[in-house]
């Protein structure tokens, strides 16, 4: 098993940058694909972006192709996801998540382990 937890999240305005965090404990981290997901009040859970085990290959949501970068150190046993001219509609709150199945995973159902969430708040 592996634990999951998001930090880094916090209020911007439009336009602004924000890396989120999250570290993962309990098992071997590089063994693990990763992705993250978001969900605002009142929506689904959506996919943002996800990585592969080697940190080589990695997908994106349109919404945020071209503005986020997830990205992975599998020596320091943590995933991030940079994010770039933030918009207002990106305001959520961001899950990080963990398979151990090999690939790149788009939706919710392929991942077994989730953190608890780090909330983004962009503003005018």
């Known amino acids: 098993q592996v634990q999951l937890v998001e930090s880094g999240g916090g209020s911007v305005q439009t336009g602004d940058s924000l890396r989120v965090s999250c570290q993962a404990s309990?098992?071997?981290?590089?063994?693990?694909?990763l992705g993250w997901f978001r969900q605002a009040p009142g929506t689904e859970r959506s996919f943002v972006a996800a990585?592969?085990?080697?940190?080589?290959?990695?997908r994106y949501a349109d919404s945020v192709e071209g503005r986020f970068t997830i990205s992975r150190d599998n020596a320091k046993n943590t995933v991030y996801l940079q994010m770039d001219s933030l918009r207002r509609e990106d305001t959520a709150t961001y899950y990080c998540?963990?398979?151990?199945?090999?690939?790149?995973?788009?939706?919710?159902?392929?991942?077994?382990?989730w953190g608890q969430g780090t909330q983004v708040t962009v503003f005018a």
């Open positions: 998540a963990a398979t151990p199945r090999g690939g790149v995973w788009t939706e919710s159902f392929d991942y077994n382990y």
């Open positions: 309990g098992s071997t981290f590089s063994t693990y694909a």
């Open positions: 990585v592969n085990r080697g940190g080589d290959v990695a």
